[in-house]
Antibody, heavy 118, light 106 residues
């Protein structure tokens, strides 16, 4: 069974750094892209970026380029989403998702709720 | 960036009624997918590549369309189908999502 298990809820202050994780099991980690998707009540679902775990090649959405970093550790089959300086506007639920045979997102993590507040 | 416009935003439907959700793209697409998101849950893939069914998804869900106009149909709404439905294009970067259609039981 394919599973994407994400790290837990995060409560942070503006300016702090954060790294959330997505651990993949039941599928060859290096065989598919891992995507990160943000969900907010105001903007809905937004694609943030993706990584090819095989070579760590990344692509980012224009709204997220330069503000977040996506990385992957093949040894632990884990993908990461990082911020060096959080803003209140980063408050959202973040999902990792995996595309396998096609470009549809076949599998999703359970989501990580991030709250940024002073 | 390709914009996906879903309609309606909200639909209140009696059980067993047919539900039709449309997704219109600002450019022609080669890859369009549909997801279901129940309250408090992650999105779930329902239909891929406009009309391809997904293992484990009830057969009452179907997709059609091409180019810029796509449709998700639920043939006979059941209580467990209460959710928000999203279309998603992966034809060009960045991938984008529609604004969602919330379906409720009347």
């Amino acid at each position: 069974e394919v599973q994407l298990v994400q790290s837990g809820t995060a409560l942070k202050k503006p300016g702090e750094s954060l790294r959330i994780s997505c651990s993949v099991s039941g599928y060859t980690f290096t065989s598919s892209w891992i995507h990160w998707v943000r969900q907010t009540p105001g903007k809905g679902l937004e694609w943030m970026g993706r990584i090819d775990p095989n070579d760590s090649y990344t692509s980012y959405g224009p709204s997220f380029q330069g503000h977040v970093a996506i990385s992957a550790d093949k040894s632990t089959s884990t993908a990461y989403l990082s911020w060096s300086s959080l803003k209140a506007s980063d408050t959202a639920i973040y999902y990792c998702a995996m595309s396998t045979v096609t470009t549809a997102y076949d599998y999703w993590g359970q989501g990580t709720r991030v709250t940024v507040s002073s | 960036e390709i914009v996906l416009t879903q309609s309606p935003d909200f639909q209140s439907v009696t059980p067993k009624e047919k539900v039709t959700i449309t997704c219109r793209a600002s450019q022609s697409l080669s890859s369009l997918h549909w997801y279901q998101q129940k309250p408090g849950q992650s999105p779930r893939l329902l239909i891929k590549s406009a009309s391809q069914s997904i293992s484990g998804v009830p057969s009452r869900f179907s997709g059609s369309g091409s180019g810029t106009d796509f449709t998700l149909t639920i043939n006979g709404l059941e209580a467990e189908d209460v959710a928000t439905y999203y279309c998603h294009q992966s034809t060009t970067l960045p991938p984008t999502f529609g604004g969602g259609t919330k379906v409720e039981i009347k």
